[in-house]
T-cell receptor, first 114, second 111 residues
């Protein structure tokens, strides 16, 4: 049973054309994270939501935005994708922000920018 | 900022050989987690270590957290082709629940 679902699994967009990636979870977790993972690199945290509280990482470009309309769903909006934004985007959830909480990752959305 | 390095970057072994990846943090960690990512897949949680000097085992996998809580290792005994993938350590500092992932070690196992 899928617990963290990401749609679509593959997304192709054009340079500068806005794109939205979706994440949903059936775990009822309070925390949802978005990571960017470029080829052969480690996942890099972009931002996270703790309930409705949005927490941006200092080095996340303004081009990346996020929305969490309810507990189950979280969206990643890329306002003007550049070639450098091509990557796998991973959504993860955790029950709380306690450091010992396990993060559960979705299958990811692979974004291609033409 | 915090940096977490892993060595080696890549290891190719024959099935049955042992494998070890080492993880080193520039800062003291609250805990360390290990993830496995198969080619084309997403990170899957393996284990978490919290205590200084802690050692945990999962079948052929042995995980260790250093005494100073700045380094960790994952050892696989008698590798199998199903062990293929990239192994990431990931650490938390202080009370923040933000994982900083290590650079990863890609393991290739051939018959």
């Amino acid at each position: 049973d899928a617990m963290v679902i990401q749609n679509p699994r593959y997304q192709v967009t054009q340079f500068g054309k806005p794109v939205t990636l979706s994440c949903s979870q059936t775990l009822n977790h309070n925390v949802m994270y978005w990571y960017q993972q470029k080829s052969s690199q480690a996942p890099k945290l972009l931002f996270h939501y703790y309930d409705k509280d949005f927490n941006n990482e200092a080095d996340t470009p303004d081009n990346f935005q996020s929305r969490r309309p309810n507990t189950s769903f979280c969206f990643l909006d890329i306002r003007s994708p550049g070639l450098g934004d091509a990557a796998m985007y991973l959504c993860a959830t955790a029950a709380t922000r306690t450091v010992t909480d396990t993060q559960y990752f979705g299958p990811g959305t692979r974004l291609t920018v033409l | 900022g915090q940096q977490v390095m892993q060595i080696p970057q890549y290891q190719h072994v024959q099935e049955g050989e042992d494998f070890t990846t080492y993880c080193n943090s520039s800062t003291t960690l609250s805990n360390i987690q290990w993830y496995k990512q198969r080619p084309g897949g997403h990170p899957v949680f393996l284990i978490q270590l919290v205590k200084s000097g802690e050692v945990k085992k999962q079948k052929r996998l042995t995980f260790q957290f250093g005494e100073a809580k700045k380094n960790s290792s994952l050892h696989i005994t008698a590798t199998q082709t199903t062990d293929v993938g990239t192994y990431f350590c990931a650490g938390n500092t202080g009370t923040a629940s933000k994982l900083t992932f290590g650079t990863g070690t890609r393991l290739q196992v051939t018959l």
